[in-house]
């Protein structure tokens, strides 16, 4: 990797362009560590969701909610560049960090997902076991110092080394789903991203893995800056700073289309919604 | 409705449907029983070829399995039935197959499950599933009219190049003709990669997307995530996969008869003329009676052990290394 922190190209090259601006009707805790301007993500000629724009401030939880099928977990995987391995799959617009566009020609994508991690909906550790799961990011990325402090930093970040230390050379899959959602927290923390993208992290776990989840976001944000995907709206009230509130819409062509239709601080999103969408979304008279 | 309610109308509904348990237990049967035959058939080869070759084994005692001498017509004294050269052949031509056979198969298969792009891979996979269905005797003779003398001056500089090494240099001794293991290894290679690409690619496409998306997640590059999410879910499969084409290069016959060079003959040169089990068999059974078709069934016999040996020695490798590697499940 080149010197420049901010520098996502396999080229000792600098790409910055101007700092992002702000949505509107927002109020920013400081400059937001990423921004989308204008943001469509195709699949071939389908355009599945439309010209987003919305800031992701820094150490702070986003949110993304709303019904299934408009395009929140689309947007998510754009913002570390997943969708590229889909074949068809290309965007338009800006998706800026730090300013920079994620998607400029010399743009390295190993280099974007190494500084924005991804946890996934259904937890998915390697079948290896615990202490390999944590590694197998450090070696990857050419971590150098101890190996061991650097696997136990990171179970401990994710508030699983207590309940794993005395079997870190265990498979990860003998663990319980919540344990091994909190390994691959872990697995996406030890390689020291600025941003994590979780897309329905808590979707297929019990109330209690779900509180102990929603807890470390809330200890995570003083490191890290967290985008979450969620149906649960009460999880995006309790554990989000800013909520961003998708729709799926049908154009005069009769294509469904994603479509961000409310940005706010989540307080103001749930009490007192500007769009008439949101609030029958948000009191159960939609979706 | 009420499970108490006595009427005969609501009983029948509860009790066994008669045509559909009837069929249950027909389908049953049905799968216990080609089970079974399979079993049954198993043992009954097992049982025929020993006491057919029973003859052979009363005479040349655990010699049979340790003497390198197949002299079936002697001009003085008793026949001799020696294995092990023909082991050995058997041995060491599969051997040079995998090694060639392996790494290709392995590499055509990461391309069509995780490179190729969609339109491609179709036409890919009839190509290779249409070298599956050459018959033997086809590459037989392709190998020896065409590959044996082309590569002699392959071997022959091979043998110029290296044959002075120190221990490496005998693998690649003086070269006496096109017809030898290394031959017989090339054309077993062509004819295992079909299968073991095929069920390769199988294996490789049941690592799930979540694997895939959590190593790239973490900043993999492709073969990085090749080695960290698509390698150790499969290893044991691809394993499987191996000792098929394994199984088949052991047991391949007349395309190895054509190109080996049919001699008794136990020579770390990859150069030297050699004979297989399988070939052995096809080459002599014709012409033989008594004690030595006892000891061509003998060969038979051996090359079935050898065969099974070797499966459950690669089960006991990969329980091992699955269990390594995912780290003990308790």
Same mark, same amino acid.
């Given at each position: 990797?080149?010197?420049?922190?901010?520098?996502?190209?396999?080229?000792?090259?600098?790409?910055?362009?101007?700092?992002?601006?702000?949505?509107?009707?927002?109020?920013?805790?400081?400059?937001?560590?990423?921004?989308?301007?204008?943001?469509?993500?195709?699949?071939?000629?389908?355009?599945?969701?439309?010209?987003?724009?919305?800031?992701?401030?820094?150490?702070?939880?986003?949110?993304?909610?709303?019904?299934?099928?408009?395009?929140?977990?689309?947007?998510?995987?754009?913002?570390?560049?997943?969708?590229?391995?889909?074949?068809?799959?290309?965007?338009?617009?800006?998706?800026?960090?730090?300013?920079?566009?994620?998607?400029?020609?010399?743009?390295?994508?190993?280099?974007?997902?190494?500084?924005?991690?991804?946890?996934?909906?259904?937890?998915?550790?390697?079948?290896?076991?615990?202490?390999?799961?944590?590694?197998?990011?450090?070696?990857?990325?050419?971590?150098?110092?101890?190996?061991?402090?650097?696997?136990?930093?990171?179970?401990?970040?994710?508030? *699983?080394? &207590? @309940?794993?230390?005395?079997?870190?050379?265990?498979? %990860?899959? +003998?663990?319980?789903?919540?344990?091994?959602?909190? !390994?691959?927290?872990?697995?996406?923390?030890?390689?020291?991203?600025?941003?994590? *993208?979780? &897309? @329905?992290?808590?979707?297929?776990?019990?109330?209690? %893995?779900? +509180?102990?989840?929603?807890?470390?976001?809330?200890? !995570?944000?003083?490191?890290?800056?967290?985008?979450?995907?969620?149906?649960?709206?009460?999880?995006?009230?309790?554990?989000?700073?800013?909520?961003?509130?998708?729709? +799926?819409?049908?154009?005069?062509?009769?294509?469904?289309?994603?479509?961000?239709?409310?940005?706010?601080?989540?307080?103001?999103?749930?009490?007192?919604?500007?769009?008439?969408?949101?609030?029958?979304?948000?009191?159960?008279?939609?979706? | 409705?009420?499970?108490?309610?006595?009427?005969?109308?609501?009983?029948?509904?509860?009790?066994?449907?008669?045509?559909?348990?009837?069929?249950?237990?027909?389908?049953?049967?049905?799968?216990?029983?080609?089970?079974?035959?399979?079993?049954?058939?198993?043992?009954?080869?097992?049982?025929?070829?020993?006491?057919?070759?029973?003859?052979?084994?009363?005479?040349?005692?655990?010699?049979?399995?340790?003497?390198?001498?197949?002299?079936?017509?002697?001009?003085?004294?008793?026949?001799?039935?020696?294995?092990?050269?023909?082991?050995?052949?058997?041995?060491?031509?599969?051997?040079?197959?995998?090694?060639?056979?392996?790494?290709?198969?392995?590499?055509?298969?990461?391309?069509?499950?995780?490179?190729?792009?969609?339109?491609?891979?179709?036409?890919?996979?009839?190509?290779?599933?249409?070298?599956?269905?050459?018959?033997?005797?086809?590459?037989?003779?392709?190998?020896?009219?065409?590959?044996?003398?082309?590569?002699?001056?392959?071997?022959?500089?091979?043998?110029?190049?290296?044959?002075?090494?120190?221990?490496?240099?005998?693998?690649?001794?003086?070269?006496?003709?096109?017809?030898?293991?290394?031959?017989?290894?090339?054309?077993?290679?062509?004819?295992?990669?079909?299968?073991?690409?095929?069920?390769?690619?199988?294996?490789?496409?049941?690592?799930?997307?979540?694997?895939?998306?959590?190593?790239?997640?973490?900043?993999?590059?492709?073969?990085?995530?090749?080695?960290?999410?698509?390698?150790?879910?499969?290893?044991?499969?691809?394993?499987?996969?191996?000792?098929?084409?394994?199984?088949?290069?052991?047991?391949?016959?007349?395309?190895?008869?054509?190109?080996?060079?049919?001699?008794?003959?136990?020579?770390?040169?990859?150069?030297?003329?050699?004979?297989?089990?399988?070939?052995?068999?096809?080459?002599?059974?014709?012409?033989?009676?008594?004690?030595?078709?006892?000891?061509?069934?003998?060969?038979?016999?051996?090359?079935?052990?050898?065969?099974?040996?070797?499966?459950?020695?690669?089960?006991?490798?990969?329980?091992?290394?699955?269990?390594?590697?995912?780290?003990?499940?308790?």
């Amino acid at each position: 990797m080149a010197s420049n922190d901010t520098d996502l190209t396999t080229r000792p090259s600098v790409t910055v362009h101007a700092p992002g601006s702000t949505a509107s009707g927002v109020e920013p805790t400081g400059a937001p560590v990423m921004q989308l301007r204008d943001v469509s993500v195709y699949y071939g000629s389908y355009e599945a969701v439309r010209g987003t724009t919305m800031p992701i401030q820094q150490n702070q939880v986003t949110a993304m909610i709303g019904p299934s099928g408009c395009g929140k977990s689309t947007v998510l995987r754009a913002l570390n560049r997943m969708n590229d391995p889909i074949p068809g799959a290309r965007v338009s617009g800006d998706v800026l960090f730090h300013g920079q566009d994620l998607y400029a020609r010399d743009v390295d994508p190993i280099q974007v997902r190494r500084r924005i991690g991804m946890v996934f909906q259904k937890p998915n550790p390697f079948p290896k076991s615990i202490y390999d799961n944590v590694a197998y990011g450090l070696r990857i990325n050419g971590i150098k110092g101890r190996l061991d402090d650097h696997v136990e930093e990171a179970l401990t970040k994710a508030a *699983l080394w &207590d @309940e794993v230390k005395d079997k870190v050379r265990k498979s %990860a899959l +003998a663990l319980s789903g919540g344990q091994q959602q909190r !390994l691959c927290i872990a697995r996406t923390i030890a390689v020291k991203p600025e941003v994590i *993208l979780m &897309d @329905e992290p808590c979707s297929a776990l019990d109330p209690i %893995a779900t +509180a102990k989840i929603e807890d470390l976001m809330f200890e !995570l944000t003083s490191d890290y800056t967290i985008v979450i995907v969620t149906h649960n709206m009460q999880q995006a009230a309790r554990v989000s700073h800013y909520t961003a509130f998708f729709t +799926a819409e049908v154009d005069d062509k009769q294509v469904r289309h994603g479509r961000l239709v409310e940005f706010s601080q989540t307080g103001k999103l749930f009490t007192n919604p500007t769009d008439k969408r949101t609030e029958d979304y948000i009191t159960g008279r939609f979706g | 409705m009420t499970l108490t309610n006595k009427t005969p109308a609501s009983r029948s509904a509860l009790a066994q449907r008669g045509g559909s348990a009837l069929g249950d237990r027909v389908f049953s049967w049905w799968t216990l029983g080609t089970g079974l035959l399979v079993l049954a058939i198993l043992g009954l080869i097992l049982i025929t070829t020993v006491r057919e070759a029973w003859p052979a084994f009363d005479a040349m005692g655990p010699r049979f399995l340790t003497e390198r001498i197949w002299d079936p017509n002697p001009a003085t004294g008793e026949a001799i039935f020696g294995a092990l050269s023909f082991a050995y052949g058997t041995a060491i031509s599969s051997l040079i197959a995998l090694l060639f056979a392996v790494p290709v198969s392995v590499g055509i298969a990461l391309f069509l499950t995780e490179l190729a792009p969609r339109r491609l891979r179709g036409p890919a996979v009839t190509v290779i599933d249409l070298l599956a269905a050459v018959p033997s005797v086809v590459f037989g003779l392709w190998g020896i009219l065409v590959v044996a003398p082309a590569m002699v001056p392959v071997y022959q500089g091979l043998h110029d190049l290296l044959g002075g090494v120190p221990v490496l240099g005998r693998l690649f001794g003086p070269v006496s003709s096109g017809r030898n293991f290394m031959t017989a290894g090339l054309i077993l290679a062509i004819m295992i990669t079909p299968i073991v690409t095929s069920i390769t690619r199988e294996v490789f496409s049941t690592v799930p997307r979540a694997d895939k998306d959590a190593a790239l997640a973490l900043g993999a590059t492709r073969w990085e995530m090749i080695r960290g999410a698509v390698f150790p879910h499969s290893f044991g499969g691809v394993v499987g996969a191996v000792m098929l084409g394994l199984g088949r290069a052991m047991g391949e016959t007349i395309a190895v008869a054509l190109v080996i060079g049919g001699a008794t003959n136990i020579s770390a040169n990859l150069f030297a003329p050699g004979n297989s089990m399988a070939a052995v068999i096809v080459q002599q059974f014709g012409e033989s009676t008594g004690t030595f078709t006892a000891a061509l069934i003998g060969l038979g016999v051996v090359l079935f052990a050898m065969t099974v040996l070797i499966n459950v020695l690669a089960q006991t490798v990969v329980r091992r290394a699955e269990a390594r590697m995912k780290g003990s499940v308790a």
